[in-house]
Structure formats: C-alpha cells, structure tokens
C-alpha cells in the first residue's frame, strides 16, 4: 500500500470529521459541549458507544489475542451485561434524578469535597494513562504504514494528529462526539467484516465452512474451569460484570454521552440496546482472531512475535488493497473514537470538578484552554511511553491506571449501599492505601493463596479495600441522607 494513498486515506477520513464537526456546532452553546443539550437521539448514543467502548486497543489485540488465550476474553464480555444491567437501573436513575453534569458531582452530595475530589483526581489520572496509552499504541501502526515512509518524526505525527481531534471536537464537545462516534463505529464494524470477507474469499470458504472453521478450531475454547488460573470462569465473569459498572458506570467518559437523553428512558433503552450489540460486536473480533490465525497457516504466513502486530501485519501486507484500506480507516476510528471522548470528558470533568464552573456559563475561553491543555498533556504522556520504548514497562503504567478505578468502584459502593457518613477529610488517604494494598497482595498471592493468581478480580479487590477503609473512617448518621439513593 503506498504511503500517497495512506495519506489520502487519513486525509478523507478528518475531513469527514471536521464537516460532522461542523454541522454538528451551529448554534452550539456552553451546554453543548457538555451535556448536548440534552437532545442527542439513544439509538446514535448507543451505537456510537460501541467504538467508544472497544478502542484502537480492542480492535488489534483481541484477535491477536485469541492466539494466546483463545475466547476467554468472552467470559468477561458475558460478564458485561450484568454490569450494564445494574448501570441501567441504578446508575443512570441516580445520575438522572440529581441532573448531573459531572457524575463526580454525587460524591460531594454524599460525602463532602474531599471525597468529590478524590474521585474526579483519580478519574483524570485513569484517563489520561488510557487515552494517551490507546492513542500511542494505535500512533505506532500509522507511523509504520504512512509516515515513516516520509520520514515524518512520531512527534509531529502524534502532535498533528492530536490537533486535529482538537480541531473537530473544541467546539460542539459531546454533542459533536455523539455524532462522529457513529460514523467511526461504523468503520470499525465494516473493517473487520470485509477483513473476514476477504479471508473467506481467498481460502474459497462458503459461509457455512466458515462458520465450521471457527467452531472447530481449539482457539474457539470458551470457558475455563480451573480455579487457580487467572482465566477461570467465575474469576472472568465476575470480573467482567465489575469491570462494566467501573469503566462505564463510573466513568465520565462513557457516562456524559448518556447524559445527553433527552430522559431516563431514552438512556436506559440506550445502554439496553448497545450492551446486547456489544456481546455479538466481541464475538465478531474473536471469530475474526480465528480467521487470521488459520489464514496465516493456510498461506504459510510467519505469524509476528507479537500478537498485537498480526491483524495490522495481514491487513497491510497480505490482504487485498480494499481490506488494507478499510483497516487503515477502521484503526484510525478505533483511536480517535476513544481519544476524542476522552479528551471532552477531561475537560468537563476539570471545568466542572475542580473549577467549580456551571455548565451553563459562557466561558468558552476558559473552556477551550483546558480542552488545549489536556491536548497537551496527552501529547506528552505518548511521549514519554515512546522514549521509555519498553513494552513491559508500559504495559506496567497502563495496568497502574487500572487500579485506580478501584477507590471509585469502593466510593459509589459505600454511597449507594449504606446510610453512614465519613470524616470526609481522610477520604482521600483510603484511596491512595487501597491500590497500595492491592498492588502488594497481587504479587504476593501465589505463596499466600496456594498458588492462586488474580485477574481482572483484583478490581474487586481494591474496591474492597476501599469500602472497608470507609467503613473504618465512617460513622451512622442520625437521620438517613436526603440524598441516599
């Protein structure tokens, strides 16, 4: 594929975006950029959180992954539903009935500032690990397949592409994202579905052995009963349903799109809906993982050291000029679906958390520098992961990033299950004790546990740690709070 029609390709592709951008911010106000005004129609909502949920992460590792742990993966996304379930009908009516912006903003209510603040800190650390991290995994694959061949630096690409996500998202905010999430779900799908096109066609496969040459194969093994393996089923499962309330429950992210229903209703038929897509939309990436590894086999295709590269490395070298040129747009999507989202999560979270800004104010300047900020510091977070140049190493920090949804998971828990308050003031020291007490256990199980080994549990884990640190800080309030849900 030359690196002219790479270019073109990812040229088209913001352009695309910036016209969205575009007809998407006429009119727009302050409360377009954080709350849609609250117009945003469910079923785009939905669809469009589908690529939102994945990332550019999901999109290349998941079938590269299938090599190594064969659809495991799919306990935990089985999993999912029962944490989307309880978003649905607990989360959502919470969020709905105290008409948050910010959904940080019901710590305060419960607790007291310092726990308000406490969890908006660990929101942006998490954030800004994960974006920068998905961003700069997803960085590497454009690097290789275009700009290397223009000896572009990876810093002017990355700072160029991050202008760019600025440029299409400073204005509209979420009510912009919404619509432009659609439109990249839509590449992400039509990838990977022209991707198994292409692999049925070349190996003259009609649907039917299709199908066989997936349900057949030992990668397509499920389930894992073992207890001590960190893959085992109720371990996954669990997990996974945790891992939903978490990352999307509990995340600005992922919740302010919800927030822009126009009701409750609206919402709720919007996770409904995009939770059960998101079942068969994992189930397409993992048949897909299957494909390419009897693909390469079939071809007598060397299959890349890391599992991570095989999606990117067929795509580009082995499959027909269209399904390079679908991936290409579908990976591009993947990154920029996350990125973008996450880059007007940060700044209403900043704007509204610890500015103390209301959303209905006309401060767009002050908006827009924090929206440049954050744009910055992403920039500079790649690159820091690009100078450390030690996949272990960074693999590392972006697991650090998940324990800190931990103290999250232990703050609502407490909130919505109990009647007590909590010296607000120590709040913040529970918080950073928990991921330290966590991290500390993990390595030490396998001695202390007879050779068990944590998972994703270990999510559980630390929003145990949590809920019992506030226990130990709290006290039975004399009448129940006005605002206990």
Not at 81 to 97: D, E, F, M
Not at 271 to 285: A, E, H, P, Q, R
């Amino acid at each position: 594929m030359s690196p002219l029609l790479v270019f073109s390709i990812i040229v088209g592709y913001f352009g695309l975006l910036l016209i969205i951008a575009r007809l998407t911010s006429r009119g727009s106000d302050s409360e377009s950029f954080f709350t849609g005004n609250k117009q945003s129609p469910w079923y785009l909502v939905a669809f469009g959180m589908i690529g939102a949920s994945l990332s550019g992460v999901t999109f290349i590792s998941v079938p590269g992954e299938v090599g190594n742990s064969n659809w495991s993966y799919f306990q935990i996304v089985l999993g999912y539903l029962v944490g989307y379930l309880v978003i649905a009908t607990v989360l959502l009516p919470l969020y709905y009935k105290l008409n948050l912006v910010s959904i940080y903003q019901y710590l305060e209510t419960r607790f007291g500032v310092r726990s308000y603040k406490t969890g908006a800190f660990f929101f942006l650390i998490s954030r800004v690990i994960g974006a920068s991290f998905r961003l700069f995994l997803v960085a590497g694959v454009l690097q290789i397949a275009f700009f290397d061949a223009f000896n572009i630096p990876f810093w002017v690409s990355v700072l160029v592409t991050i202008a760019l996500i600025w440029m299409y998202t400073f204005q509209g905010g979420i009510k912009t994202i919404v619509w432009t999430d659609t439109l990249q779900t839509f590449f992400m799908l039509l990838a990977v579905v022209i991707s198994i096109y292409f692999i049925a066609s070349e190996l003259d496969l009609t649907f039917a052995s299709l199908v066989t040459s997936i349900t057949d194969s030992p990668m397509s093994t499920t389930f894992i009963w073992d207890w001590k393996a960190p893959g085992n089923f109720y371990k996954q499962f669990l997990s996974g349903a945790f891992i939903a309330i978490v990352m999307t429950g509990l995340d600005q992210d992922m919740m302010q799109k919800n927030l822009t229903c126009k009701n409750l209703g609206d919402a709720q038929k919007n996770m409904f809906w995009f939770s059960t897509s998101l079942v068969f939309v994992n189930l397409l990436f993992l048949a897909l993982g299957v494909l390419l590894y009897h693909y390469a086999a079939v071809q007598g295709i060397s299959i890349p050291e890391r599992t991570d590269s095989l999606y990117p490395f067929l795509a580009i070298n082995e499959f027909h000029l269209v399904g390079g040129i679908v991936f290409l747009l579908g990976i591009t999507a993947a990154a920029y679906s996350s990125a973008d989202s996450a880059l007007t999560a940060l700044t209403t979270s900043f704007y509204v958390d610890f500015l103390n800004k209301d959303p209905k104010e006309s401060d767009s300047k002050t908006r827009m520098g924090i929206h440049l900020g954050f744009s910055l510091l992403i920039f500079f977070v790649i690159l820091v992961f690009r100078a450390i140049n030690d996949d272990s190493v960074i693999v590392a920090v972006f697991k650090v990033a998940g324990y800190t949804y931990g103290p999250l998971l232990g703050l609502y828990s407490f909130g919505l299950f109990t009647k007590k308050k909590i010296k607000d003031k120590f709040a913040p020291l529970v918080c950073i004790v928990s991921p330290v007490l966590t991290y500390l256990l993990n390595v030490n199980s396998e001695w202390l546990f007879g050779g068990y080994k944590f998972g994703f549990e270990l999510l559980l884990v630390n929003g145990l740690f949590t809920f019992l640190g506030l226990s130990l800080i709290s006290q039975v309030q004399s009448q129940d709070p006005k605002n206990a849900f």
